[in-house]
C-alpha cells in the first residue's frame, strides 16, 4: 500500500520560512517523480513544484519561482520543499503526490497518489 | 500562465451523460496531449480518473472519458451515478509546469 505521509506545516509571520518534509513508502521512491500541490480553504487546487525521479529536474509555479526549493532524499524516501519568504496567499494545505509513471522524467502523466498534506498558515 | 477555464457547476440526473469542458491556450492545451482530470468528493483528496487525454488509470469506471479537440479537453460522465457528486479538475502540462482549472462541481440531481 503506497502511504505518503507530510509534515512541517504550521502558523508563521509573513516573510518566515518553513520545510515540509514528505515520507513515502510502498513503492520504489527513487524511480517516480514527486510533486507538491496546495489547496487553499475552500478553494482550488494549484501546483506547486515538482522534482523528476532520476535526473531530479526541479519544476515551480511562477507564484512560488524563487521563494521554494524542492529536493529529495531517495536514501530516505523523502522530498522536502523549503518555503521561505511566506506570504498570505501562500496559506493551505499542502499535499505530497507521486507522479503516475515511473522510470519516466515526465512531470506531466498525472498523479495517482495524494497524501493528506500538511497545513500552512502564513499570518501577520 | 493562466489557470484553465472549467464550469463553476455541471448538474444531471442519474443515468444521463454529462460533458464538462476545459479550456486553455495553444501553449497548453492545444500543445500537448497531457491532460488529467481528478475527482475530489468533500473532504477527501482528489483521485486521478484520466490521464494523457484519454487514458483511465485501472479501477477507474469506463463511464469516465477524456477528449480533446483544439484548446480544450473534455470529461464525459456517462450512466450518472449519485456517487459521481463531486469536484473535478482538469490539469495540463505548460512548459515546464501544469496549470489546473478552476474546478467544477457536479450535482446529481
Known amino acids: 500500500e503506497v502511504q505518503l505521509l507530510e509534515s512541517g506545516g504550521g502558523l508563521v509571520q509573513p516573510g518566515e520560512s518553513l520545510r515540509l518534509s514528505c515520507v513515502a513508502s510502498?513503492?520504489?521512491?527513487?524511480?517516480?517523480?514527486m510533486s507538491w500541490v496546495r489547496q487553499s480553504p475552500g478553494k482550488g487546487l494549484e501546483w506547486v513544484s515538482s522534482i523528476t525521479a532520476a535526473y531530479e529536474s526541479k519544476h515551480f509555479a511562477r507564484s512560488v519561482r524563487g521563494r521554494f526549493t524542492i529536493s529529495r532524499d531517495n536514501s530516505a524516501n523523502t522530498v522536502h520543499l523549503q518555503m521561505s519568504d511566506l506570504r498570505e496567499e501562500d496559506t493551505a494545505t499542502y499535499h505530497c503526490v507521486k507522479g503516475r509513471d515511473g522510470e519516466s522524467e515526465r512531470i506531466s502523466g498525472g498523479w495517482d497518489e495524494w497524501g493528506l498534506g500538511t497545513t500552512v498558515t502564513v499570518l501577520s | 500562465q493562466s489557470a484553465l477555464t472549467q464550469p463553476a457547476a455541471v448538474s444531471g440526473s442519474p443515468g444521463q451523460s454529462i460533458t464538462i469542458s476545459c479550456t486553455g491556450t495553444?501553449?497548453?492545451?492545444?500543445?500537448?496531449?497531457?491532460v488529467s482530470w481528478y475527482q475530489q468528493h468533500p473532504g477527501k483528496v482528489p483521485k486521478l480518473i484520466i490521464y494523457d487525454v484519454h487514458n483511465r488509470p485501472s479501477g477507474v469506471s469506463s463511464r469516465f472519458s477524456g477528449s480533446k479537440s483544439g484548446n480544450t479537453a473534455s470529461l464525459t460522465i456517462s450512466g450518472l451515478q449519485a456517487e459521481d457528486e463531486a469536484d473535478y479538475y482538469c490539469?495540463?502540462?505548460?512548459?515546464?509546469?501544469?496549470?489546473f482549472g478552476g474546478g467544477t462541481r457536479l450535482t446529481v440531481l
Open positions: 510502498g513503492f520504489t521512491f527513487a524511480t517516480y517523480a
Open positions: 490539469t495540463s502540462y505548460v512548459l515546464a509546469g501544469i496549470l
Open positions: 495553444r501553449d497548453d492545451i492545444g500543445e500537448y496531449d497531457y
